[in-house]
């Protein structure tokens, strides 16, 4: 028997490449959606560079999505691509919402017209929720977005039901909640704190500058965010999934275990910019993730300890060098 065939979009960012990996282990044939084929400065993909093939393409050009599509003729896609820096989507709203809604029907109509029997997983967020009106989330919550990445994503996991009720399609909308590790970039709240800590920790800053300590977050590990998008694919009927640890933790906490780990303590490292401080959120984005559970038999398997850990120590050997 041939291996399966899979599509990643977003395959050098955080969760294509631990799902590039995933996949590689699991015997598949991986193809992943780049923009420039040719770059070898990849560096999430060290380990599988040589057992993945690249494709171009780029989410404002539909044409480039349906070329990589027509010629991989994947058994299974993972549309993981799109603009992740929330706040950033509030400069071009457009784009946003072309990047993400534009892209995933796109991607969806054409693998509907190539071959009915594609399974495709769409990576959508817990920002479809907004202010939800409850907390923890699960998959029938009220979805009230409050920013131009969480209408975009929303318009995204609205396609995925509307083409799976009326077309039957196999595709699944994957509600993520923050998930983290080493190769996520430095612009991203977790991963500034667990460089401030270790940077302080070597002697090469004084301190860290943040805002609400308070906030709360559900965190995970992008490796067991992406090992739940590939059982939802196994699954024996589509369906909709949040993937989230379930447990609610502030700032504050990141910051204790990153600066445990590096083995010091924030007392006096820590200065708040009101700038950095967001209103309150009424309704946490926590997660409930009992349907995946009970459905797909996920969970998460690292710890958030175990998480801030890995990240530290990335760090401290980053800056070591």
């Known amino acids: 028997m041939s291996a399966r065939r899979a599509l990643i979009t977003g395959i050098a960012g955080q969760d294509g490449s631990y799902l590039a990996e995933l996949l590689v282990d699991k015997g598949y044939d991986v193809t992943g959606v780049v923009r420039d084929p040719e770059d070898r400065a990849l560096p999430n993909l060290a380990g599988v560079r040589d057992r993945v093939a690249l494709v171009a393409g780029d989410l404002l050009d539909p044409i480039t999505l349906i070329d990589a599509l027509g010629a991989v003729r994947p058994h299974e896609i993972y549309h993981l691509a799109a603009p992740t820096f929330v706040p950033a989507s509030w400069e071009d709203p457009a784009e946003v919402l072309e990047a993400i809604g534009g892209a995933t029907a796109t991607l969806l109509g054409a693998a509907r017209r190539l071959d009915s029997e594609m399974r495709v997983f769409v990576a959508t967020s817990s920002e479809v929720f907004g202010d939800a009106g409850e907390s923890p989330q699960h998959e029938r919550s009220p979805m009230r977005p409050r920013s131009p990445y969480g209408v975009a994503k929303l318009a995204a996991h609205g396609l995925v039901g509307a083409l799976r009720g009326h077309f039957g399609m196999f595709v699944v909308s994957g509600i993520t909640y923050n998930h983290e590790s080493p190769r996520r970039p430095a612009h991203f709240l977790p991963r500034k704190v667990t460089r401030g800590a270790a940077a302080i920790a070597l002697g090469l800053e004084e301190e860290l500058v943040l805002g609400d300590l308070d906030a709360v977050r559900d965190w995970s590990h992008a490796a067991d965010i992406v090992r739940g998008a590939w059982l939802s694919l196994q699954a024996d009927a589509p369906d909709d999934y949040v993937f989230a ?3 609610g933790r502030t700032v504050g906490d990141l910051v204790n275990a990153a600066f445990a780990t590096a083995g010091i303590s924030p007392e006096g490292r820590i200065r708040i910019d009101p700038a950095f401080v967001r209103p309150p959120e009424p309704w946490p984005p926590v997660g409930d993730p009992s349907h ?7 969970a998460p398997e690292i ?9 530290v120590a990335a760090d401290l050997a980053e800056l070591r060098a």
């Open 245 to 247: 640890s379930g447990l």
């Open 292 to 298: 995946a559970r009970t459905a797909l038999g996920w």
């Open 303 to 311: 710890s958030f300890d175990t998480l801030i850990a890995e990240m």
